[in-house]
């Protein structure tokens, strides 16, 4: 079978992570799934018909099902300590296995706590101009890369000797570069600024993460033996948060669409041809600052027992149904093959229902940045509460089918669409 890449076509959180545990649960094999791009700011939730749940942040989505596997690819962005905290609360929910079910890109990056700590006082820094960062260090532990790349550390560095030495070098620069930012003074900054001076860390750091027998692989040899059978990858974030299609400075360091995934099975010579499939909700989401035209308070009493305003993203904002951002979504990546419509229940729960059908305060050939979707207002229509229809016009405004709906959040919750 061919694989699947799963993407989020908003700002994130439309529920990738319980699409992948549903294509994992229809494979004629346990799949491998293959987190290709972001790192340990994902958040995607999964909760089993027997009530398990989890919020998985490194490892795939699809584990729950017994025996798939988890790549994390030479584009993920590794967070040793955080890793072990995930494989740790796996444990205590009964998924034992999960270590011996893992696989690390020996390219893939990683990150420290110092990266962590200046992610989070650049966003301190910004004040009223924040960016709405997650605050893990995936994107500081990019630049630093880019910048540095002699002092990048990557998977396959994190059992060679001299780790600790490596880490003390980021440690000072990234400490030199904090002390020209100008972070205003703060409970938080002074936590951050002190991970940042404690000359002792990155030994203890190196101790941590150097005394676990980290499953590093060539990638490449491990999704050549893989795509013989079912292969699912797992994308991060949404296409509009993509460093290259969303609406800069609210953008992740990351790729978030489909690109990566072909462009890296191309470097292998290989003619897999995987099927793209767009998550979405029936609202849009964002969580933390940036654009949302849409806005609407009319939607807060909707649940949403995995996302809150206390993290560093900030407030978490919901929006009415936008296809013209969608739309827009869908031209950055060159269309999908399918749509999964997700959060269909919330139009039976919400007091009212509608969509965008035009945004107002911009000229007609406006590109789509983040100033011009500061000034827009938008004008609203009814959207359909039943089902059907509301599939139906999806399709119709995005001019691509649904093959998936999931009206909750349950694996049972989800199905094919019947067409």
């Not at 359909?384 to 909750?408: F, K, Q, Y």
Request: proline share 6%; aromatic share 6%; hydrophobic share 40%.
């Amino acid at each position: 079978m061919d694989p699947w890449i799963v993407v989020d076509l908003g700002f994130g959180d439309a529920g990738k992570g319980g699409v992948v545990d549903f294509l994992a649960r229809q494979t004629a094999a346990p799949p491998l799934v293959v987190r290709y791009g972001g790192g340990g700011q994902a958040g995607h939730a999964v909760v089993t018909d027997d009530g398990r749940s989890h919020v998985f942040s490194q490892v795939g989505a699809g584990t729950f099902v017994p025996g798939s596997r988890t790549l994390l690819g030479p584009d993920f962005v590794l967070h040793p300590t955080a890793l072990l905290v995930e494989l740790r609360r796996l444990a205590e929910g009964g998924i034992t296995d999960a270590p011996e079910r893992l696989a690390i890109d020996g390219r893939a990056l990683v990150t420290t706590p110092f990266h962590q700590a200046m992610n989070r006082l650049r966003e301190l820094a910004r004040g009223a101009g924040a960016h709405g960062t997650v605050g893990v260090g995936v994107g500081e532990t990019v630049a630093h890369a880019l910048g540095h790349p002699e002092e990048a550390l990557r998977a396959a560095d994190l059992q060679k000797p001299g780790l600790a030495d490596r880490a003390d070098a980021i440690r000072r620069r990234l400490r030199s570069e904090a002390r020209g930012l100008g972070v205003p003074p703060s409970d938080s900054a002074g936590r951050e600024l002190a991970v940042l001076e404690d000359h002792d860390l990155g030994q203890r750091w190196a101790e941590v993460v150097a005394a676990e027998a980290w499953p590093v692989v060539d990638g490449d040899a491990a999704l050549r033996r893989a795509l013989g059978g079912p292969v699912i990858f797992e994308g991060s974030q949404g296409v509009l948060l993509d460093r290259d299609h969303g609406f800069f400075p609210h953008v992740t360091h990351g790729r978030c669409g489909p690109e990566p995934v072909h462009e890296w099975l191309a470097r292998l010579g290989t003619a897999t041809r995987p099927t793209t499939l767009g998550v979405l909700r029936t609202y849009l989401t964002r969580h933390g600052a940036g654009p949302l035209p849409s806005e609407t308070d009319a939607l807060a009493g909707l649940p949403e027992p995995t996302n809150d305003g206390r993290g560093w993203q900030g407030t978490f904002r919901r929006g009415w149904f936008d296809p013209i951002l969608l739309r827009y979504a869908l031209d950055r990546i060159g269309g999908v093959a399918g749509l999964a419509l997700t959060h269909l229940d919330a139009a039976a729960r919400a007091p009212e229902w509608r969509q965008v059908v035009r945004h107002h305060g911009a000229d007609a050939d406006s590109r789509l940045d983040a100033a011009t979707l500061a000034r827009v207002h938008c004008e609203l229509e009814a959207f359909p509460r039943a089902e059907d229809r509301l599939v139906a016009v999806t399709e119709e405004l995005l001019e691509t089918p649904v093959r998936i709906v999931s009206r909750g959040r349950p694996a049972a919750a989800k199905a094919w669409r019947q067409v």
